[in-house]
T-cell receptor, first 115, second 115 residues
């Protein structure tokens, strides 16, 4: 079991550029989550997938954000026309779910800095 | 909407001593799950302990235990025999049992271990 992996670990971009992050969940985990964590705060939910279906999106996920999980395996999170306020740590988690005792396992995160 | 409050931004404890981290939450639901996650510096978030609201018995995991007071909506974490490796940010999190799978986190408590 290799754990949840995320790529890249760090990304610096200029305002207005597009960025894409990738998350590889633990194999056989059906559920995949994206969270955003800003400095000094706890993670905030963005969206989650059950296999390839995106089941819920937070109001934090503006039209500039899009997430996909083709074939129910890895997921990508794209931010278009980045703004300085998008600077944050983007965390991915996966779980075996559905189940009442599912545990979400987190990846190391992608730290985004928008200049 | 559910909220999670951690009123202690920072705590410190002498190595080998016991420390308690506080967490309160607000919900109108009767069934839910509560979690403590640990986020070491520059490392990924890991689950420390989990509590199901329908269980009256407090969860324990080795040196970690919780004091779950459902009526008071309180969920504190006790760390016994503190070790240097316990130094981290600790986040309290809530998850509904009614199909909404997201975790709602508090703002975290930074725990320092004094040698």
């Amino acid at each position: 079991d290799t754990g949840v992996s995320q790529d890249p670990r760090h990304k610096i971009t200029k305002r207005g550029q597009n960025v894409t992050f990738r998350c590889d969940p633990i194999s056989e985990h059906n559920r995949l989550y994206w969270y955003r964590q800003t400095l000094g705060q706890g993670p905030e939910f963005l969206t989650y997938f059950q296999n390839e279906a995106q089941l819920e999106k937070s109001r934090l996920l503006s039209d500039r954000f899009s997430a996909e999980r083709p074939k129910g395996s890895f997921s990508t999170l794209e931010i278009q026309r980045t703004e300085q306020g998008d600077s944050a740590m983007y965390l991915c988690a996966s779980s075996l779910g559905p189940g009442v005792e599912e545990t979400q396992y987190f990846g190391p995160g992608t730290r985004l800095l928008v200049l | 909407a559910q909220t999670v409050t951690q009123s202690q931004p920072e705590m410190s404890v002498q190595e080998a001593e016991t420390v308690t981290l506080s967490c309160t939450y607000d919900t109108s639901e009767s069934d839910y799950y509560l979690f403590w996650y640990k986020q070491p510096p520059s490392r990924q978030m890991i689950l420390v302990i989990r509590q199901e609201a329908y269980k009256q018995q407090n969860a324990t995991e080795n040196r970690f235990s919780v004091n779950f007071q459902k009526a008071a909506k309180s969920f504190s974490l006790k760390i016994s025999d503190s070790q240097l490796g316990d130094a981290a940010m600790y986040f309290c999190a809530y998850r509904s049992a009614y199909g909404n799978e997201k975790l709602t986190f508090g703002t975290g408590t930074r725990l320092t271990i004094i040698p």
